[in-house]
Antibody, heavy 117, light 115 residues
Framework: EVQLVESGGGLVQPGGSLRLSCAASGFTFSSYEMNWVRQAPGKGLESVSYISDSGSTLSYADSVKGRFTISRDNAKNSLYLQMNSLRAEDTAVYYC??????????WGQGTMVSVSS | QPVLTQPTSLSASPGASARFTCTVRSGITVDTYRIYWYQQRPGSLPRYLLRYKSDSDKHQGSGVPSRFSGSNDASTNAALLLISGLQSEDEADYYCAIWYSSTWVFGGGTKLIVL
């Protein structure tokens, strides 16, 4: 079964850091581009970051540029998102999303990140 | 001005048709980009519906009924999602998306109420 399982979310104070992980299974992880997409409570979808299959190409939303870093370990079938200098507006469910043929086709269940003092 | 703008909500009756608009920012021509549509039912994950750029460049998601279709309105520079024969299960949030400036950009989403 194709599956993405996120972990690492939680409550953190403004200015703090978190590292999200996404464990992939059921498919050849190294062959797929991956994304992090977030959804604030009661709000819409927002793309956070993209990484190519090899990890050589990265991109970020302007709202997180300079604060977040996406990475992957194809040997461990894992995707990561290092989040620094967190702000209240970063509070959201963070989804790990597989991209196939420019289609966001497989979504993890998400991990909740809450930034509050 | 956002890259993609969607109305907040839309209401329609069962069996009727619903027309969702996704207006592309001025300076970006809608028919030069592939526009993707996603459905998110309450409490569920987003699901890919379809992609549309032109009648010769379109794609239907696996298992997505043919009553879901895409088109463009060049006069308003908007991408359209059309759902015919509305069912109660179509009640959901619908998002358009575009790959723009090396990142995915989503519209704000339109909530469809079937009543």
């Amino acid at each position: 079964e194709v599956q993405l399982v996120e972990s690492g979310g939680g409550l953190v104070q403004p200015g703090g850091s978190l590292r999200l992980s996404c464990a992939a299974s059921g498919f050849t992880f190294s062959s797929y581009e991956m994304n992090w997409v977030r959804q604030a409570p009661g709000k819409g979808l927002e793309s956070v970051s993209y990484i190519s299959d090899s990890g050589s190409t990265l991109s970020y939303a302007d709202s997180v540029k300079g604060r977040f870093t996406i990475s992957r370990d194809n040997a461990k079938n894992s995707l990561y998102l290092q989040m620094n200098s967190l702000r209240a507006e970063d509070t959201a469910v963070y989804y790990c999303v597989r991209e196939f043929g420019a289609i966001l086709d497989i979504w993890g269940q998400g991990t909740m990140v809450s930034v509050s003092s | 001005q956002p890259v993609l703008t969607q109305p907040t909500s839309l209401s329609a009756s069962p069996g009727a048709s619903a027309r969702f608009t996704c207006t592309v920012r001025s300076g970006i021509t809608v028919d030069t980009y592939r526009i993707y549509w996603y459905q998110q039912r309450p409490g569920s994950l987003p699901r890919y519906l379809l992609r549309y750029k032109s009648d010769s460049d379109k794609h239907q998601g696996s298992g997505v009924p043919s009553r879901f279709s895409g088109s463009n309105d060049a006069s308003t520079n908007a991408a359209l999602l059309l759902i015919s024969g509305l069912q109660s299960e179509d009640e959901a949030d619908y998002y358009c998306a575009i790959w723009y400036s090396s990142t995915w950009v989503f519209g704000g989403g339109t909530k469809l109420i079937v009543l």
